[in-house]
C-alpha cells in the first residue's frame, strides 16, 4: 500500500477508536451519580483511546482529540 493510503487509513483507524471510546465515555459517565468517580473516569478515557491505537500503529493524539469532542 503507498503512503498515503497508508495514511488514510490510519486516520480512519484513530477516528473510529476515538468516536467508539467518546461514545461509550458519555454514556457512562451519564450513568453515574459519584463525582469523584466521574472525575476519575475522566482521568482515565484518554488513555483508553490512545493505547489501544497506538498498538495498532495509527495517530493516538488523533484518537484522544477525537474522544475528548
Known amino acids: ?3 498515503g493510503g497508508k495514511f488514510l487509513l490510519s486516520v480512519v483507524i484513530a477516528v473510529a477508536i476515538g468516536m467508539v471510546v467518546g461514545v461509550v465515555n458519555v454514556k457512562v459517565r451519564a450513568l453515574l451519580d459519584d463525582t469523584v468517580l466521574n472525575t476519575a473516569i475522566s482521568f482515565v478515557v484518554p488513555f ?3 493505547v489501544p491505537t497506538e498498538e495498532l500503529d495509527t495517530s493516538g493524539v488523533l484518537a484522544v482529540v ?3 469532542l
Open 1 to 3: 500500500m503507498e503512503r
Open 48 to 50: 483508553v483511546a490512545y
Open 66 to 68: 477525537v474522544t475528548g
